[in-house]
């Protein structure tokens, strides 16, 4: 027994594996409400109350609960990945292996069968299911126009589960021509996005070129063509007195301007250093100070100072220039380009334009909406299809969403299962069945006899409408109504998935380090 809270423990056998089939199903649980068109929002409170945000990621919720249930945390861990790599799919990945698990623990408890033959039946199960989706899925790659229609379609998709399914065309169409700037490149880094609260969605929209969230220095020209872009991070104020709030003595105000005026021929040459690259525009990290503005305005350059550190980082990128910290050797300096830097307003707020920049694919979408958590979240279902498109377009094979591919596979594991011999094909039964919660939840979600819905779909797939599904929870061809995902997408999840469960379904002792003494 654990007398003292600091010690190690350990669970073993039955016990480990319990708590790890009841910590994933619960994590299952929790999120599975959220899948789909029909899903729920989720409110996450941080500890203070300090931040909120409202969400249906699956990524975000996982993200953002505290876990001390081992297994709980794999699912979370993996639907992370899911993130990092695909972008969306989140919740789909973490239902599946909970799904997976329920299964399992029917078996493994009620029927007594061991988890490595369970196992072994979901390997030959998966990958039954995994061919099914393969040669299921559809490629119109080499056809630019039909291409296109599944991109759309994809991002409607993707969008359907979001806050922007009311405006899902709207946001659909601007993700695809985004995404299509790129050239085949997923570095999103391209695409900025900038949000601003006020207005509705509807408002907010795709501008090519570069967005700087900060205003041109008072005396500066406001419009610059042909610009010459230095982007720097440097301290303008080489004497650090003002920084730091130290105090000097000195003996007489004669010193004290003498002071002064060396700090002023320092910034003086400073600025004739800067000048001395041949630009038209300074965009430093760090303040820049009325002397030297004054001094670049004289000299006709625009100086935009304190400009954060992803806005630096960025338009260095976009112009193709590099950030500089010294300018006593010009040649080795990157200056960026671009062919015109100007003021523009979005709502009320001036911000400063860079277009035509050197990487012709960049672009910015300037968002909007009611509220931050409005933008917030419309942010993040935005980034969901920017990352699955940008995939999709590496690998443009697509397939079948609102339950169809789940239908498919799972239908083509059942026939797997008479071909297996002894209470493995118990297993693939049970793996199949996991697959087809996914349709179920979807159903449920929607508030539709869910049992009713999913039997008609299985039988329709039975009866070879390989593209039956439930768009908005109705049977119906989800070819017809455009409900279709990124094939690279759906394969992740299910082996992710596989993955997850088996490496819990192998689980029989969970050991917990005692916390370090001190
Ligand atoms: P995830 O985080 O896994 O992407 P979502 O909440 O975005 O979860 O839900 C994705 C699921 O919703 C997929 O199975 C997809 O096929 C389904 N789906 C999306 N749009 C529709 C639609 N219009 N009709 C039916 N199902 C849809």
């Not at 975000?60 to 249930?69: M, Y």
Request: hydrophobic share 40%.
């Amino acid at each position: 027994m654990n007398v003292f809270a600091d010690e190690a423990t350990e669970e073993r056998g039955e016990n480990a594996r319990l708590s790890s089939f009841i910590g994933a199903m619960a994590l299952g649980d929790l999120v599975k409400s959220t899948l789909g068109p029909k899903g729920m929002n989720k409110i996450l409170q941080s500890a203070s109350n300090s931040t909120i945000i409202v969400t249906n990621d699956g990524a975000t919720i996982l993200k953002a609960i505290a876990l001390d249930n081992a297994a709980a945390k794999i699912l979370v861990n993996i639907s992370k990945v899911q993130d990092d790599e695909i972008g969306d799919g989140t919740t789909s990945v973490c239902v599946l292996a909970s799904e997976l698990l329920r299964e399992a623990e029917k078996l493994v408890t009620v029927q007594k069968i061991h988890p490595q033959t369970v196992i072994e039946g979901y390997r030959i199960a998966s990958k039954a299911a995994l061919e099914a989706l393969e040669a299921s899925a559809l490629d119109h790659g080499s056809d630019e126009k039909q291409f296109r229609e599944d991109l759309f379609n994809i991002a409607r998709t993707t969008l359907s589960s979001k806050v922007l399914a009311q405006d899902k065309d709207y946001f659909a169409n601007l993700s695809v021509d985004a995404v299509l700037r790129l050239k085949g490149s997923t570095d999103l880094e391209h695409i900025q996005i900038i949000k601003k609260v006020g207005g509705k969605l509807t408002d907010s929209y795709l501008d090519e070129g570069f967005i700087l969230d900060k205003t041109i220095a008072t005396n500066s020209p406001k419009r610059i063509e042909n610009a010459k872009i230095l982007v720097a991070n440097t301290s303008m104020d080489t004497d650090k007195i003002k920084i730091f709030g130290a105090r000097v003595k000195v003996d007489s105000t004669g010193k004290l301007s003498e002071l002064e005026r060396a700090e002023r021929e320092k910034m003086k040459a400073k600025v004739a250093a800067i000048a001395a690259h041949g630009i038209t525009c300074f965009v430093n990290r760090q303040l820049i100070y009325n002397y030297p503005e004054n001094l670049l305005a004289e000299a006709g350059i625009m100086s935009i100072e304190h400009a954060d550190f992803e806005g630096v980082e960025r338009l260095a990128l976009v112009t193709g220039g590099e950030i500089a910290s010294t300018f006593d050797a010009p040649e080795k300096v990157k200056i960026g380009r671009c062919d015109v830097i100007e003021e523009i307003m979005i709502g009320e707020d001036k911000l400063i334009k860079f277009s035509g920049v050197a990487a012709g694919e960049a672009c910015t979408v300037v968002l909007r909406g009611a509220t931050s958590q409005m933008v917030e979240e419309a942010e993040r279902s935005l980034h969901d299809a920017l990352s699955v498109l940008s995939q999709t377009v590496k690998e443009t094979r697509v397939t079948l969403g609102g339950g169809c591919a789940e239908m498919l596979m799972s239908c083509k594991v059942d026939e797997a299962a008479r071909t297996v011999k002894g209470k493995k094909a118990l297993a693939v039964e049970g793996f199949s069945r996991a697959l087809r919660q996914i349709p179920t939840i979807l159903a449920d979600n929607g508030g539709y006899d869910s049992s009713d819905l999913v039997t008609k779909l299985r039988a329709a797939h039975y009866e070879g409408q390989a593209d039956a599904g439930l768009g908005e929870s109705r049977l119906g061809s989800m070819k017809e109504l455009g409900v279709t995902e990124s094939y690279k997408l759906k394969r992740q999840v299910v082996i992710s998935a596989s993955e997850a469960a088996e490496m819990i379904l192998r689980v029989d002792n969970i050991l917990r380090s005692a916390p370090r003494r001190r």
